[in-house]
């Protein structure tokens, strides 16, 4: 066994700490590990260009939110059981391969604090290795029947529909935020929302919770992202383990830059940020600073704000579940998500 299961579940005691129901603890522990396992068998090829590139970004780490939610949400019935623990690996994997695809589309250097696997490997491998280990989630997934196959395949559907959507931009007379939002629920919400949903179904709690845990990690999902949107202006290189503003540079908006947009329509002291920003994205040797000036500006604390709002509207999803040490960790999950520094 590698040493990397048990950093990952060292890492996620921090949603534990709160709770006195050992018997969950260890359940959710031992169900990350079993994960953390699965994902490698899952990868392996005898290909030794295959699997190198194929392993190259489970290995080097992850905070595995959607592995979690499933065994979080498996916990208000049955618990871990192996169908959940297969879920969870596909969910894991589909998420994984689309980092690949990411990296090739934006032209990224680093992913979790390791050269990207296009600068290993090039474009085409990297994007093959993606197309791997797609097909690996669906092989997974597979032995577990008809329902779970369906939302996969409904919410592979949403990832790259919202990648689309992200890359051709708002349609005319859309409005840029909202347009923002809605590729994040497909792109991030989506397979996190997909995690709480199998692991109800599949961990046989009541269907009653469907709705519940589904639209928590939907809206979770979104306040991720927009958190990582903050944190990819105030954080370095070493702390995001990728290059901060990638998304800038390469001309994707994020909420603090669309929230400045809008300002700017109507205040001249918002508009000459926006120019002077837009200037600094402009050469390489000044995005650190154009970043700077971005993160300093309302526009980020608002951004920060919305995110919030959404862990507040996530939590709300959760109201028709029992009180208890699962509902609780449910919230902890939510003020990690928005509280985290990188």
């Known amino acids: 066994m590698s040493d990397h299961p048990v950093k990952l579940v060292s890492g996620a005691r921090r949603f534990f700490l709160h709770s006195d129901d050992r018997r969950l603890v260890q359940s959710m522990e031992a169900g990350l590990e079993q994960v953390e ?6 990868a392996a090829s005898a290909d030794a260009v295959a699997d190198a590139a194929g392993r190259y970004l489970l290995e080097a780490g992850g905070k595995r939110v959607r592995p979690l939610l499933a065994l979080l949400a498996a916990q208000l019935g049955e618990g871990a059981n192996d169908e959940v623990i297969e879920a969870a690996t596909a969910l894991e994997l589909t998420h994984v391969a689309s ?12 992913r979790r604090g390791v050269p990207s696997s296009q ?16 097909a690996r ?14 939302v996969q395949a409904r919410t592979f559907d949403r990832l790259c529909q919202g990648q689309l959507r992200e890359t051709l931009g708002p349609s005319e007379g859309d409005d840029p935020i909202e347009h923002y939002i809605s590729v994040l629920s497909d792109k991030t919400g989506s397979l996190i929302a997909a995690a709480g949903e199998l ?3 599949l961990g046989k709690a009541p269907t009653s919770y469907v ?10 999902g979104v306040a991720f992202q927009l958190v990582d949107d903050v944190i990819d202006l105030r954080s370095s290189a070493a702390e ?10 390469e001309g994707v908006p994020t909420l603090p830059w669309l929230l400045l947009q809008r300002e700017a329509e109507t205040d001249a002291a918002a508009a000459q940020t926006r120019d002077e920003v837009t200037a600094l994205l402009a050469d390489d040797a000044t995005l650190e600073q154009a970043l700077a000036v971005l993160a300093a500006h309302p526009v980020t604390d608002q951004a920060l704000a919305q995110a919030r709002q959404w862990s ?12 208890g040490a699962v509902k609780s960790l449910f919230m902890q999950l939510a003020d990690y998500i928005v509280d985290r520094r990188h």
């Not at 989630?137 to 369906?150: F, Q, R």
């Open 199 to 201: 692991g109800v179904l």
């Open 137 to 150: 989630a669906s092989l997974v997934m597979s032995v577990l029947g008809a329902e779970a196959i369906g």
């Open 312 to 323: 507040i509207s996530a939590k709300a999803a959760l109201d028709p579940l029992p009180d």
């Open 99 to 110: 980092l690949y695809h990411d990296d090739v589309m934006d032209e990224a250097d680093t």
């Open 211 to 220: 709705t519940a845990v589904r639209e928590f990690g939907e809206r979770i």
């Open 240 to 249: 995001l383990g990728k290059t901060p503003g990638a998304d800038l540079r």
């Open 37 to 42: 396992q699965r994902l490698m068998q899952a």
């Open 119 to 134: 600068r290993v490997w090039g474009n085409n491998v990297a994007i093959l290795a993606g197309d791997i280990l797609f």
